[in-house]
């Protein structure tokens, strides 16, 4: 395990908000169904499965984008997939979101944000009747996917994906990745998962069903495993948000460090 950060300074948050997203993806070599190539120029995963995240591109640093995406193109194309290329503060060229765009990406800002996990309340209060687990077994996994896929209106697929990706990396006690969904009346209504990587606590997949939303329900999913986070000696907590989330974030304590962008190539070929 990574040594824990201790400078909270700007700029190293801004190093670590993109460090945990890198170190998280590269949890795909444990998952049969991926390729994971983690050269000095890029980090990139691939898989068969047509839904972007799955095949990414991340920490580009080269001189010629338009032979890095034509190829990471012709790649997709072979294994019939669209793609997510992320860009960031440490992407080079800076110019490599006018190539993207030039060449079909379309764009989506996310906002990286982290928070000092030593600013926590001492004592977390749950919404009425919630109860948040930590996830340990398939049953439980199959659970939180559902949850995920429901929460972003993301087809059953994905959810089969990363029920998957989590079972090969399996649900050991003291894993950097951990998962958590949280039941209101004994149904399954949110869900969070949490990756111990570049020195932080990362949180991903923070997900609510539609009709218990705006009741803190995502909150608390959210700040479970901050607190866990916390009791494990960690500082830094950090996240990926969409402008959509920003506001809910920054009253769990969390400021802005850096914006980075989404770019999606659908494929046009991808069957549909």
């Known amino acids: 395990m990574d040594e824990i950060l201790t400078d909270l300074s700007a700029p190293s948050l801004v190093t670590v908000i993109e460090a945990n997203l890198f170190e998280f993806f590269k949890l795909f070599e444990q998952w049969p169904r991926a390729e994971v190539h983690d050269n000095p120029d890029m980090l990139w995963t691939i898989t068969d499965i047509p839904f972007p995240m799955f095949n990414s591109v991340f920490r580009a640093h080269f001189l010629d984008p338009d032979a890095a995406i034509e190829t990471a193109i012709a790649r997709c194309k072979c294994k019939n997939v669209p793609m997510m290329?992320?860009?960031?503060?440490?992407?080079?060229?800076?110019?490599?979101?006018?190539?993207?765009?030039?060449?079909?990406?379309t764009g989506e800002e996310v906002i990286g944000m982290a928070t000092d996990l030593r600013s926590l309340p001492r004592e977390m209060s749950l919404?009425?009747?919630?109860?948040?687990?930590?996830?340990?077994?398939?049953?439980?996994?199959?659970?939180?996917?559902?949850?995920?896929?429901?929460?972003?209106?993301m087809p059953d697929f994905v959810g089969e994906a990363f029920l998957d990706l989590f079972r090969s990396i399996g649900f050991a006690s003291q894993s950097t990745v951990r998962h958590?969904?949280?039941?209101?009346?004994?149904?399954?209504?949110?869900?969070?998962?949490?990756?111990?990587?570049?020195?932080?606590?990362?949180?991903?997949?923070?997900?609510t069903v539609p009709e218990v939303r705006k009741r803190g329900v995502g909150s608390a999913t959210t700040l479970m495993p901050l607190h866990e986070a916390r009791t494990l000696g960690y500082q830094a907590g950090i996240l990926h948000s969409s402008h959509m989330g920003i506001n809910v974030y920054h009253g769990l304590g969390f400021r802005e460090y850096c914006r980075m962008i989404q770019y999606v190539w659908l494929n046009q070929q991808v069957s549909k």
């Open 127 to 153: 919404p009425p009747g919630l109860v948040i687990e930590r996830v340990g077994d398939i049953e439980t996994m199959k659970k939180w996917c559902r949850v995920l896929c429901v929460g972003f209106e």
């Open 85 to 105: 290329w992320w860009t960031g503060p440490s992407t080079q060229p800076a110019e490599l979101s006018i190539a993207l765009e030039a060449f079909g990406f």
């Open 180 to 207: 958590y969904v949280g039941w209101l009346n004994d149904e399954p209504v949110s869900s969070s998962s949490m990756f111990l990587g570049a020195g932080v606590a990362g949180i991903y997949c923070v997900a």
